[in-house]
C-alpha cells in the first residue's frame, strides 16, 4: 500500500480500534506516517522503541501499599487518559520476551493491574525478515493479535510530502528525474547505506547548510551511497547552472529554456516555490514556454504550495487553455 492508502487504513482501524502492524523495508518512512495520522487527527502519540525495552519495562516494578499486599507500579510512559496512539515501533526486532509482554496489552489492552485508557488505540511497526534487518520472528499468537499492512513507496506521495516539507528543490527534481533512486534496497548486498526516502531528506538538510563543494560527494555518498551519489553531484552541477528564478520573474519572455529534461525539472520546481498571487502571471507566461507536460508540473506544484493561486485570473486562463492535460 502506499502512504496515502497506509495513512487511510490506520484511521479506520483507530475508528474501528483494532491494532495495526505496518511492515515495510528500512528507510521508507513508517514511522513519519504514524507521527502524521496522529497530528492530522489531534491525537497524543507514545512513541515506544519496544527493541530497547526488557519485559519488567512493561509491566513495571512490584511495590508495597499499606495494605500490605503487592502492586505493581507501571511505568510512566503509558497514557493515564486523553486519546492517541501507542506506537510500538521496531516490535519485531524486540526480544521474544519483550514480544510476550505485549499481548495482554494488544489484545485486552491490559497489562496486570494497568488498563489502556478508552481514547487510546495501539500501532506497531517493522522491518521484514527478508530484509536482513535485525528482527525476531513474531510468533504466531502475536502476529494474530493485529490487522498487517504493507507499506510501499510511492512517488507521488513522497513529492507531495517532500514539497510540504521543505524538501530541498534540487532534491525534489532528481528523484523526479530518477524516480527509481527514490527507494533502492538490495538486502543481498549488505550495503551501509542506500537510498531510500529517509536518507534524502538527510541529503536535503546536508545541502541547506550549504557545505564545501570539496566535501560535498563524500557526504551525500555516505547517506545514499556512491551510485546514487554521483548521479545526484552529477545532477546538482547541472541544476545550479539554471536560469536564477528571479530572474526569470523579472523576464519571462527573454529568459533562456533549458532543453535538458533535468534541468527542466529543476526549473520547474524553483518556479513552484517562488509562485505567489502577485507573480503568477509571469510564472504562466514562462511556463507557455516549457513542453506542455513542465508546464503542467509547474502548475501542479505551484497550486499544492501555494493554493491561493487557483484564484489568479493567470490560472484560470491557463486552465481553460490546458484543461485536456489536467483531466
Keep these: 500500500m502506499k502512504p496515502s492508502q497506509v495513512k487511510s487504513s490506520l484511521r479506520s482501524a483507530i475508528s474501528a480500534r483494532r ?15 504514524v507521527a502524521q495520522v496522529a497530528d492530522v487527527g489531534g491525537l497524543d ?8 525495552l526488557d519485559p519488567v ?17 507501571i511505568p510512566d510512559f503509558l497514557p493515564k487518559d486523553g486519546q492517541g496512539i501507542m506506537f510500538l515501533d521496531e516490535l519485531n526486532a524486540a526480544p521474544p520476551l519483550v514480544q510476550a509482554a505485549c499481548y495482554q496489552l494488544i489484545l485486552d489492552r491490559k497489562l496486570g493491574e494497568y488498563v489502556l485508557p478508552d481514547g487510546w488505540s495501539i500501532l506497531a511497526a517493522g522491518n521484514r525478515e527478508t530484509d536482513r534487518a535485525v528482527t525476531s520472528r513474531m510468533s504466531s499468537a502475536l502476529a494474530n493479535r493485529f ?9 507521488q506521495d513522497w513529492i507531495e510530502w517532500a514539497l510540504s516539507a521543505g524538501v530541498a528543490l534540487e532534491v525534489i527534481a532528481f528523484i523526479r528525474f530518477r524516480p527509481g533512486l527514490l527507494h533502492q534496497f538490495d538486502p543481498a548486498r549488505n550495503e551501509k ?17 550549504s557545505p564545501d563543494r570539496d566535501v560535498e560527494f563524500e557526504l551525500i555518498s555516505g547517506i545514499v551511497g556512491d551510485g546514487a551519489a554521483s548521479e545526484f553531484v552529477g545532477f546538482l552541477k547541472i541544476y545550479r547552472d539554471l536560469p536564477d528564478p528571479d530572474g526569470v520573474l523579472v523576464d519571462p519572455a527573454g529568459s533562456p529554456v533549458p532543453s535538458d529534461p533535468a534541468a527542466l525539472y529543476a526549473i520547474a520546481g524553483a518556479l513552484a516555490r517562488k509562485s505567489s498571487n502577485g507573480n503568477f502571471g509571469r510564472v504562466l507566461e514562462y511556463g507557455r514556454r516549457l513542453p506542455v507536460e513542465f508546464s503542467v508540473l509547474l502548475v501542479r506544484d505551484s497550486v499544492k ?3 491561493e493561486v487557483q484564484k489568479t485570473r493567470a490560472f484560470i486562463e491557463w486552465s481553460s487553455e490546458n484543461s485536456e492535460v489536467l483531466i
Design 19 to 33: 491494532p495495526v502492524f505496518l511492515w515495510g523495508p528500512p528507510g521508507v518512512g513508517k514511522s513519519q506516517v
Design 45 to 52: 502519540l507514545v512513541d515506544v522503541r519496544a527493541v530497547l
Design 57 to 73: 519495562d512493561l509491566r513495571g516494578l512490584p511495590h508495597i501499599n499499606g495494605d500490605g499486599q503487592a502492586h505493581w507500579a
Design 147 to 155: 490487522i498487517h499492512l504493507n507499506f510501499e513507496v510511492d512517488l
Design 193 to 209: 547505506t542506500f537510498p531510500s526516502p529517509r536518507t534524502w531528506e538527510y541529503v536535503s538538510d546536508v545541502l541547506k547548510v
Design 305 to 307: 504550495l501555494h493554493p
